[in-house]
């Protein structure tokens, strides 16, 4: 049975190689798309995500304007080919929750008050996924938000971490391994899954789901994990806008 | 709705009186072209066309399924289109507007009029099971013409498609049957000028718009008058000459992207 693959072997080396702390590759580029008020694309082991940006600008409809701050509306959708299996196009209620969740993380981030009655409607667009993506759609956020020139108090940034290979060959229990950025078989047979999203500067959650299986012990390395997890692609996604705008200086 | 200022219009207008436009190119002339191929590995094919700023990625999804009726030797094709909130600050989400099913419609259409795909061959076992072939096409930026280079992502994405027979237990995977594509070439008309490829500025000012989708024979396949104005019989003739002129330099550009 598939269940029974081994996720980690002997020497902590997992099923693409990785070392336990070890993040997938990433990519960021700011400022791919030319409408929109800030953008990013992101690579991040096989996910390939798109945000954009837009506002602040005025709310509509009008009973949602707040009179004293901007609302801050993200919207995760996920390509119909972005799946093994076809997703059919349009929300469903998981990308309503990770949209929700999201729009709440950043709405810490965003100084809101200095827009009433405003939206910033940040658009996070799955074309390819393979495990991680509200993280992956959450960081690739943070950069068009910074993009945009949004004041913000910090680049908010996502990472998850989990736990991996309870199950030995015959299915029995055993330790189990705390792990950081989880790919699609961990994911998927792996025996729980903490993605979390911080502001970098102040160390502050502004995202924590978990499901699955962790002792208080577990719970704790792996909150640790995925903070470090965040903390190196924190500055990935500076380099990413710093690179943007040095490019924009350079005369040709 | 978006409002165009008269100043600009008139600029507009001005400029192409001259046989000039906003960014040098001349009436007939599409923007820069760039078309890049398997960059979806979930996807069966995939493909992101950019026509200047102008953004779309393509991507086909096959399954197995059972055949129309009427149609019980031949594949299914179904084509959506998302005007993603993501491309311009006008889209916005929820279900497809009117404008998104046209998009998708005329996109079909060239697909299907032209028989790119060869549905027969689509057939797995008769009046029981045949393939599904769903194209869905995301926009991405939007900067004007948005037809063409939705219809371009989806010939892309089509013309480097693998059957996933594997998946299916139905032998080993391979290239999804393909005969000749239609390219299609849209144009505008405003103050009785005909332009080529319209940028969103121009396609603001446009009183009609067509697209005309023609094969390697030079044969048309498909054809979509938009918007309010009219064309006379001249102008149409004109306009299928260009987009048949156009229609050659795209489509060796398609091949060469796909490696044919």
Redesign the interface.
């Known amino acids: 049975m598939e269940s029974d693959i081994k996720l980690i072997d002997a020497d902590g080396k997992r099923l693409d190689g990785r070392k336990i702390d070890e993040l997938r590759k990433i990519k960021i580029e700011a400022g791919v ?4 008020d800030g953008s990013c694309y992101l690579e991040w082991g ?1 996910n ?1 995500v ?3 940006v ?1 506002g602040p ?1 005025e709310a509509i409809p009008r009973h949602s304007q707040n009179p004293l701050k901007a609302i801050v509306r993200a ?1 995760y ?1 996920m ?8 997703k059919r ?3 469903d209620r998981r990308s309503r929750e990770i949209s929700k969740v999201t729009s709440e993380a950043l709405e810490k981030i965003v100084l809101t008050d200095k827009f009433p009655r405003a939206a910033i ?1 940040v ?1 996070i ?1 799955v ?4 495990a991680g993506t509200r993280c992956a759609g959450l960081t690739a956020a943070g950069v068009a938000l910074a993009d945009a020139g949004i004041p913000m108090t910090d680049i908010p940034v996502a990472c998850a971490a989990g736990k991996i290979g309870s199950n030995d060959e015959n299915g029995k229990k055993t330790g189990g391994h705390v792990v950081l950025d989880l790919g699609k078989r961990e994911d998927n047979f792996g025996d729980a899954d903490l993605p979390i999203a911080i502001s970098p500067r102040t160390g502050e959650i502004i995202l924590l789901q978990m499901d699955g299986h962790l002792t208080l012990e577990e719970f704790d390395q792996a909150l640790t994990l995925a903070i470090k997890g965040c903390n190196i692609i924190s500055e990935i996604q500076k380099d990413a806008l710093l690179e943007k705008y040095q490019k924009g200086l350079e005369v040709d | 709705m978006t409002i165009t200022s008269s100043i600009k219009r008139d600029y507009l207008y001005n400029l192409a009186k001259n046989g000039k436009r906003q960014d040098g190119r001349d009436l007939f002339k599409f923007r820069n072209i760039t078309i890049e191929t398997d ?6 094919g ?1 493909a992101r066309v950019k026509i200047g ?1 102008t ?1 779309v ?1 393509a ?3 096959m ?1 197995v399924g059972e055949p129309y009726p009427d149609t019980p030797n031949s594949g299914v094709i179904t084509t ?1 289109a ?1 005007l ?6 006008d889209f916005e ?1 929820g ?1 497809p507007r009117e404008d998104a099913i046209e998009l998708a419609r005329v996109v079909d259409r060239g697909i299907r009029e032209s028989g790119v795909i060869e549905l027969d061959k689509l057939c797995i076992e008769p009046k029981e099971k045949i393939w599904i072939v ?1 194209i ?1 096409i ?1 926009i ?4 004007g013409n948005l037809f063409d280079a939705a219809s371009l992502a989806a010939l892309a994405a089509i013309l480097t498609t693998k059957v996933p027979a594997k998946r299916f237990d139905l032998g080993e995977d391979y290239p999804l049957p393909v005969k000749d594509p239609a390219i299609s070439c849209t144009s505008v008309k405003f103050n009785d000028v005909l332009i080529m490829d319209p940028s969103l500025d121009e396609e603001e000012i446009a009183e009609a718009r067509i697209t005309v989708a023609t094969d390697s024979n030079g044969d048309i396949r498909a054809m979509q008058k938009g918007l309010k104005g009219s064309y006379t019989v001249d102008e149409i003739k004109k306009i299928i000459k260009v987009s048949l002129d156009n229609g050659v330099e795209i489509r060796k550009k398609l091949f060469e992207s796909v490696g044919k």
Not at chain 2, 39 to 44: R, T
């Open positions: 798309l030319h409408r929109a096989g390939k798109v945000a954009a837009y600008r919207r959708n390509a119909a080919f972005s799946v093994e299996d076809r196009p349009g929300p409607d658009n667009e074309l390819e996924a393979e | 960059l979806i590995s979930k996807a069966e995939s700023n953004q990625v991507g086909i999804k399954n959506a998302e993603n909130p993501l491309a311009s600050p989400s279900p769903f869905d995301h991405i930026d939007y900067d």
